[in-house]
């Protein structure tokens, strides 16, 4: 179920990088018959995959084939995505709403369109899915509600995006423009995600349980029960709620909330019917182990430390896809131009950096955070083996193997041999809650030295020297695709010259003029070089005055004239230097205070 958060961000992340893209002028209203013939074909793909488990799973009933349901629900969700990418990168389907006041206001409607769109398909896979899946629960689930709770569960997901975007929306709609400028620095853009993503966190539960439909636990022995477990905890909560999940057929618990006037215990009705007492007591301080290891908070942190990095790194990187030539002539032999091939580099870039992070580093930290919270009941008790009833009821309601992973948890099996290694050696409770600590401490070590670099980088001291490197990159590459362009040797020699080789701005000026011997821009620079190199040997006073006397005959503006003055200086010819830089305090329309320096030097020269 967890995958299912997954893929809805990254379909958030696959729509949002369509703005890269080009935009077509005219919209083709074909691709609309288009995305229907492909949406028809996955249809069709679906429904075979199901039917042809079902056929399997008749012929052998006692073959557990719930892994292969999972499988297949996985790789049908991954096609889906790439069917939305083709809609949304191929077919430009977002252009369908270009134009319309509504969306130009509000983008965010246009995305949940488009969101919706993606969900649409994901229940394409469920309601395949469903024949085949239902055996596999504790009890009866009907189609819709088995359908409803994958969609109630994953919208969470969007949570913190929809209300970023829809507050941004309606900020741009308002007449605040300090606001908005103080939204637009890079401070403000940092302080006004890490306000909403605290404020989802902590009100997010708020929503969550009424789009969970989740119900107050009735009274009874159930929830005294509960109750006296979290009071024996010292847990802060705001109520116990009957989670409804799948029908409550799922023998299942969770906990969320940062504090506990927004906090809420959830049991499924499966979990209460299925359980004896003290497996409910060991469930309950498992989820109880969540909020007393911060769990939650370091989720939250976890997520902005990939949002801040991310913010910090998106135009480097985008830049640094630019500059990668070998992959752009690949993108070449397959008939793609560099101008489509970068934002699709770009977008893949982001998705496959975005399911890297969520599924490997979060999912690394979701598996030993759920083996910290199974061993909480240690902290309470010293019989684990309460919790470990309940992993094997689990596996055996659920039909699935005690050895199926998955990339949250560790498989039951896993669990179970853990907790029974810390029963008969106590010593690895502490050890393994003493290795998360170090690895929280190094994950907040790396995200601090990567957002200081990608700071720097972006904003900071660091900033000229990446874009000088990525210019030089970038020239150089122009230079390799149009050899015989002067403009861009001149360009190569300032850039030289800039960097103080001389003997290369030299070189690149000069070639500028074997292919272009009136060039302005080349015998300007090269005669100031000539004249006012700091590098003696580099001087040269006959071809200063030369080169600057070549440009004066094809323009007379004040930066030439200028240049001419100081040919003309070091050449020992003052009055005429004087001469000239009176020319450029008059022609000149800006930098008077430099051209009138200019001028009181070489006067101060014929003083006697």
């Known amino acids: 179920m967890f995958s299912n958060f997954l893929y809805f961000l990254v379909a958030l992340v696959i729509y949002t990088t369509s703005e890269l893209f080009e935009a077509a002028n005219i919209f083709d209203s074909r691709v609309v018959t288009y995305s229907l013939m492909i949406t028809i074909l996955f249809v069709f793909i679906c429904s075979m ?44 389907l977002t252009l369908l709403f270009s134009g319309l006041k509504l969306f130009d206001a509000v983008p965010t409607i246009e995305a949940i369109i488009f969101l919706g769109l993606f969900l649409l398909y994901l229940i394409i896979i469920w309601n395949s899915a469903y024949g085949v899946q239902k055996r596999y629960f504790a009890g009866k689930i009907s189609k819709k509600n088995f359908i409803m709770s994958n969609v109630s569960f994953s919208l969470p997901a969007l949570l913190p995006w929809f209300f970023l975007s829809i507050v941004a929306d309606i900020m741009g709609l308002m007449p605040w423009q300090p606001v908005r400028e103080v939204l637009n620095t890079p401070a403000g853009e940092i302080g006004y995600i890490a306000l909403f993503l605290v404020a989802i ?88 182990g969540h909020v007393q290891k911060y769990h939650m908070l370091f989720y939250l942190f976890f997520f902005a430390g990939f949002i801040a990095c991310n913010f910090v790194f998106f135009e480097p990187v985008m830049l640094l896809l630019y500059i990668i030539e070998p992959v752009y002539k690949l993108f070449e032999f397959i008939g793609v131009e560099k101008n489509t091939a970068h934002p699709i580099l770009i977008s893949t870039t982001l998705v496959g950096f975005f399911i890297l992070y969520f599924r490997f580093v979060f999912g690394f930290f979701m598996r030993n955070f759920e083996r910290q919270a199974d061993l909480h009941v240690y902290d309470f008790t010293n019989d684990a083996s309460p919790l470990i009833s309940t992993f094997y009821k689990i596996a055996s309601f659920s039909g699935q193997s005690i050895e199926n992973p998955n990339w949250h948890h560790y498989s039951i099996g896993q669990r179970v041999r853990f907790l029974e290694r810390c029963q008969t050696k106590p010593a690895l409770i502490q050890a393994h809650h003493l290795q998360v600590k170090k690895y929280i401490a190094g994950y907040f070590v790396l995200v601090v030295f990567l957002f200081g670099c990608g700071y720097s980088i972006n904003f900071g001291t660091a900033k000229d020297a990446f874009g000088n ?75 200063a005055l030369e080169y600057a006397a070549r440009a004066l005959e094809q323009k007379r503006e004040a930066f030439i004239l200028d240049t001419y003055a100081e040919a003309l200086f070091v050449n020992n010819d003052t009055q005429k230097a004087v001469t000239a830089a009176k020319e450029a305090l008059n022609r000149s329309k800006d930098k008077k205070e430099y051209y009138k320096s200019q001028l009181q030097r070489f006067e101060k020269m014929l003083s006697p």
């Not at 073959?63 to 790439?82: F, Q, T």
């Open 49 to 92: 995959a199901f039917k042809r488990l079902k056929k399997k799973a008749s012929q052998n009933p006692y073959e557990n084939i719930d892994h292969l349901i999972n499988n297949y629900i996985s790789r049908l969700s991954i096609l889906a995505l790439v069917i939305f990418a083709v809609n949304i990168y191929g077919f430009k």
């Open 201 to 288: 966190a902590i009100f997010g539960p708020v929503l969550i349980k009424k789009l969970w439909n989740c119900k107050p636990l009735e009274p009874g022995l159930p929830r005294t029960r509960i109750e006296n477990v979290c009071q024996k905890a010292g847990l802060n909560y705001s109520n116990i709620l009957k989670w409804e999940l799948f029908g409550g057929t799922m023998i299942t618990a969770g906990v969320m909330g940062l504090i506990g006037r927004f906090r809420y215990i959830l049991v499924t009705p499966a979990l209460l019917n299925s359980l004896d007492d003290d497996e409910i007591d060991a469930v309950m301080l498992h989820e109880i």
């Open 469 to 543: 490197f990525i210019a030089e990159k970038i020239l150089f590459q122009q230079l390799d695709v149009d050899p015989e362009n002067s403009d861009l040797y001149a360009v190569v020699g300032d850039y030289y010259y800039s960097k103080n080789n001389y003997e290369k701005a030299i070189d690149s000026y000069e070639n500028v003029l074997r292919v272009d011997s009136g060039n302005i821009h080349a015998l300007n620079n090269l005669s100031w070089l000539f004249a006012t190199c700091p590098k003696q040997e580099y001087r040269n006073r006959k071809k």
